[in-house]
C-alpha cells in the first residue's frame, strides 16, 4: 500500500481499545469483496472522529449453514475467540466487535497489514525424516508425483502459546493462511468461525508441541482465564456469543488442560490437519 495510503494500524499509533472503538461505532463504506473466502467477507474502511483504518466486515446474512455448527453465528464466535484472546493477554486475535453494517449484523475485525513475505518462515515443507533445529514436525504431506514431504512449523513462542488458545477455543480449521505475522513482530491469527464447539473438533497445523508439557507461563495464563470464566465477567459477555453448553464445555477444556499440565494430542476422532492446510 502506498504510503500515502496507509491508515493507522494497531502498532502504530492505534490501540486495541481505540480500535475497538473505531470498529463498533465507525462508519463502514465497503471497498471490495475478498473473493477466495467460502462466505461472505468484505473489506472496508471505517472512519470515526477523525480515525480511521480498514477493516473486514463478515455479515451474518453471508454466512454458509454448517451441520455441526447450527447453534448462533459464525461471526458470535469470532468475537467469542477474540474475547478469550484478550483475556489470555496474548493478543493474538485482531480486535473484533459485534455491530450492524451495510448488509446486516455482522463481524468487524481490523485488517492487519504484513510483510509481503506473509508466513513465510512460520510453515515449511522440508525432506527427510526430522524437522531440523528451530522447528516442529506436524506429519508427512503428498507433495505430487508419489513424493512427500515432511510438514513443519517453526518453533515459535507466538505459535505456541496460538497452539493453546486454539485449544481452548476448541479451533476446527487453523490453516496457515490463517497465521497474519505484523511489520512490528506480533503475530495476529484470523477465522474462528469454528469454534467453540461442544465435541473435540481441534484441527490444526500447530501440533509441533502435542503432548510436551505446558510452559509455566501458559499455566499462569490458564489458570488466570479459569477465574474469569467463573467470576461472572468474561462469563456473561461469551454467554450473550455460544450456548450454554458451549460455555461448559469451554471451561471443562481450561480446566482439563491446567490438570493434565501438557499440550493435547489429536484424538484420532476427528481428522487432525485441516484440509486444505494453507
Excluded at 472512519?47 to 448462533?72: I, M, N, Q, S, T
Aim: charged share 25%.
Amino acid at each position: 500500500m502506498p504510503a500515502s495510503e496507509r491508515v493507522p494500524a494497531v502498532g502504530d499509533g492505534l490501540n486495541g481499545d481505540i480500535a475497538a472503538e473505531l470498529l463498533a461505532h465507525g462508519e463502514l463504506t465497503v471497498r471490495g469483496r475478498l473473493r477466495d473466502a467460502s462466505n461472505a467477507v468484505l473489506y472496508c474502511a471505517v472512519e470515526h472522529d477523525g480515525v480511521r483504518a480498514h477493516c473486514v466486515y463478515k455479515p451474518v446474512a453471508g454466512e454458509r449453514p454448517l451441520w455441526d455448527f447450527p447453534d448462533g453465528t459464525l461471526a458470535q464466535r469470532e468475537v467469542a475467540a477474540y474475547l478469550v484472546s484478550e483475556a489470555t493477554g496474548w493478543g493474538l486475535v485482531p480486535p473484533t466487535v459485534l455491530r450492524d453494517g451495510p448488509y446486516g449484523e455482522g463481524m468487524v475485525q481490523l485488517w492487519i497489514e504484513t510483510p509481503e513475505e506473509g508466513g513465510e518462515g512460520l510453515l515449511a515443507l522440508v525432506e527427510g525424516e526430522e524437522p531440523g533445529e528451530g522447528w516442529k514436525a506436524v506429519g508427512f504431506a503428498e507433495v505430487g508425483e508419489g513424493r512427500t514431504a515432511l510438514l513443519v512449523h517453526a518453533d515459535d513462542d507466538r505459535l505456541r502459546r496460538l497452539a493453546v488458545l486454539d485449544a481452548v477455543i476448541n479451533n476446527a480449521d487453523r490453516k496457515g493462511g490463517h497465521l497474519l505475522p505484523a511489520a512490528d513482530g506480533q503475530l495476529y491469527a484470523i477465522d474462528h468461525g469454528v469454534t467453540f464447539n461442544t465435541e473435540n473438533k481441534l484441527r490444526t497445523l500447530l501440533w509441533g508441541w502435542a503432548g510436551e508439557p505446558l510452559t509455566g507461563e501458559t499455566a499462569e495464563v490458564l489458570g488466570k482465564l479459569a477465574a474469569e470464566l467463573a467470576d461472572g465477567g468474561l462469563g456473561a459477555r461469551l454467554a450473550e456469543l455460544i450456548t450454554p453448553a458451549e460455555l461448559d464445555a469451554l471451561r471443562t477444556r481450561v480446566a482439563e488442560l491446567l490438570a493434565s499440565g501438557r499440550h493435547p494430542e489429536p484424538s484420532g476422532e476427528w481428522p487432525a490437519i485441516p484440509w486444505p492446510p494453507i
